[in-house]
Protein backbone atom coordinates (compact mmCIF):
# COMPACT_ATOMS: atom_id res chain seq x y z
CA UNK A 1 0.00 0.00 0.00
CA UNK A 2 0.87 3.67 -0.44
CA UNK A 3 0.13 6.35 1.15
CA UNK A 4 0.63 10.05 -0.36
CA UNK A 5 1.08 13.91 1.89
CA UNK A 6 0.70 17.08 -0.15
CA UNK A 7 2.36 19.97 1.54
CA UNK A 8 2.95 23.48 0.56
CA UNK A 9 0.04 24.99 -0.73
CA UNK A 10 -1.08 28.05 0.41
CA UNK A 11 -1.79 31.33 -0.22
CA UNK A 12 0.01 33.13 -3.10
CA UNK A 13 -0.26 36.67 -5.26
CA UNK A 14 -1.09 36.74 -8.83
CA UNK A 15 2.32 36.57 -10.55
CA UNK A 16 3.80 34.40 -7.65
CA UNK A 17 5.49 30.79 -7.01
CA UNK A 18 4.49 28.04 -4.78
CA UNK A 19 5.69 24.11 -4.91
CA UNK A 20 3.83 21.35 -3.47
CA UNK A 21 5.05 18.41 -2.63
CA UNK A 22 3.94 14.68 -2.39
CA UNK A 23 5.60 12.64 -0.03
CA UNK A 24 5.12 8.82 -0.26
CA UNK A 25 5.30 6.30 2.08
CA UNK A 26 4.84 2.50 2.16
CA UNK A 27 6.61 1.81 -0.82
CA UNK A 28 8.55 3.47 -3.24
CA UNK A 29 6.56 5.14 -6.08
CA UNK A 30 9.44 5.84 -8.16
CA UNK A 31 8.91 3.49 -10.71
CA UNK A 32 5.31 4.11 -11.20
CA UNK A 33 3.06 6.99 -13.41
CA UNK A 34 2.19 9.69 -10.71
CA UNK A 35 -0.06 12.95 -11.39
CA UNK A 36 -1.03 16.38 -9.91
CA UNK A 37 -5.09 17.05 -9.93
CA UNK A 38 -6.67 20.06 -9.09
CA UNK A 39 -10.52 20.90 -8.07
CA UNK A 40 -11.97 23.72 -7.71
CA UNK A 41 -15.34 24.76 -5.66
CA UNK A 42 -18.68 23.45 -7.37
CA UNK A 43 -16.11 21.49 -9.98
CA UNK A 44 -14.71 18.18 -11.02
CA UNK A 45 -11.49 17.42 -10.62
CA UNK A 46 -9.01 18.49 -13.41
CA UNK A 47 -5.77 17.28 -14.64
CA UNK A 48 -2.48 19.33 -14.00
CA UNK A 49 0.36 17.43 -15.18
CA UNK A 50 1.80 13.88 -15.12
CA UNK A 51 5.45 12.02 -14.74
CA UNK A 52 5.81 8.71 -16.51
CA UNK A 53 6.95 6.04 -14.75
CA UNK A 54 10.67 6.36 -15.95
CA UNK A 55 11.08 10.19 -15.88
CA UNK A 56 11.44 10.30 -19.62
CA UNK A 57 8.14 12.11 -20.33
CA UNK A 58 5.60 14.60 -19.09
CA UNK A 59 2.54 16.53 -19.89
CA UNK A 60 0.36 19.04 -18.77
CA UNK A 61 -2.85 20.51 -19.00
CA UNK A 62 -2.85 23.44 -21.31
CA UNK A 63 -4.00 25.98 -19.25
CA UNK A 64 -0.33 25.68 -17.03
CA UNK A 65 1.63 24.69 -19.59
CA UNK A 66 4.93 26.40 -19.50
CA UNK A 67 4.28 27.87 -15.87
CA UNK A 68 4.01 24.27 -13.88
CA UNK A 69 6.97 21.73 -13.71
CA UNK A 70 6.37 18.45 -12.64
CA UNK A 71 9.29 16.73 -11.20
CA UNK A 72 10.60 14.05 -8.73
CA UNK A 73 12.77 12.96 -6.09
CA UNK A 74 13.64 9.49 -6.26
CA UNK A 75 16.09 9.76 -3.33
CA UNK A 76 13.26 10.66 -1.27
CA UNK A 77 10.35 9.55 -2.74
CA UNK A 78 8.91 12.45 -3.26
CA UNK A 79 6.77 14.10 -6.22
CA UNK A 80 7.11 17.74 -6.40
CA UNK A 81 4.61 20.59 -8.56
CA UNK A 82 6.59 23.72 -8.95
CA UNK A 83 3.83 26.34 -10.02
CA UNK A 84 5.32 29.65 -11.35
CA UNK A 85 3.59 33.12 -12.19
CA UNK A 86 0.22 31.98 -10.31
CA UNK A 87 -3.13 32.96 -11.50
CA UNK A 88 -6.24 33.30 -9.61
CA UNK A 89 -7.58 30.53 -11.69
CA UNK A 90 -5.17 28.89 -10.16
CA UNK A 91 -7.03 28.59 -6.81
CA UNK A 92 -8.10 25.12 -6.11
CA UNK A 93 -7.40 21.87 -4.01
CA UNK A 94 -4.35 20.00 -5.44
CA UNK A 95 -4.13 16.11 -5.04
CA UNK A 96 -1.52 13.87 -5.96
CA UNK A 97 -1.90 10.43 -7.35
CA UNK A 98 -0.18 6.98 -8.14
CA UNK A 99 -0.36 3.94 -10.22
CA UNK A 100 -1.08 0.80 -8.46
CA UNK A 101 1.92 -1.32 -10.73
CA UNK A 102 4.50 -0.29 -13.08
CA UNK A 103 3.93 0.57 -16.64
CA UNK A 104 4.96 2.76 -19.21
CA UNK A 105 1.63 4.43 -20.50
CA UNK A 106 0.91 8.15 -19.68
CA UNK A 107 -2.34 9.03 -17.75
CA UNK A 108 -4.52 11.51 -17.72
CA UNK A 109 -7.80 10.65 -15.98
CA UNK A 110 -7.98 10.42 -12.38
CA UNK A 111 -9.80 6.82 -12.78
CA UNK A 112 -6.57 5.46 -13.68
CA UNK A 113 -4.59 6.14 -10.65
CA UNK A 114 -5.25 3.97 -7.06
CA UNK A 115 -3.67 5.95 -4.58
CA UNK A 116 -4.47 9.37 -3.78
CA UNK A 117 -3.16 12.57 -1.23
CA UNK A 118 -5.54 14.21 1.09
CA UNK A 119 -5.11 17.40 -1.22
CA UNK A 120 -3.35 20.73 -0.10
CA UNK A 121 -5.12 23.98 -0.70
CA UNK A 122 -3.88 26.58 -2.98
CA UNK A 123 -5.16 30.13 -3.39
CA UNK A 124 -4.28 33.08 -5.23
CA UNK A 125 -5.40 36.36 -5.06
CA UNK A 126 -5.22 39.84 -7.51
Known sequence: QVQLVETGGGLAQAGGSL??????????????????????????????????????????????????????DNAKN??????????PEDTAVYYCAARG??????YYSSFRYDYWGQGTQVTVYS
Do not use: H
Not at 41 to 63: K, M
Open 19 to 72: RLSCAASGRTVNNVAMAWFRQAPEQERQFVALIDWSDTSTDYAGSVKGRFTISR
Open 78 to 87: TLYLQMNNLK
Open 101 to 106: RPDSGL
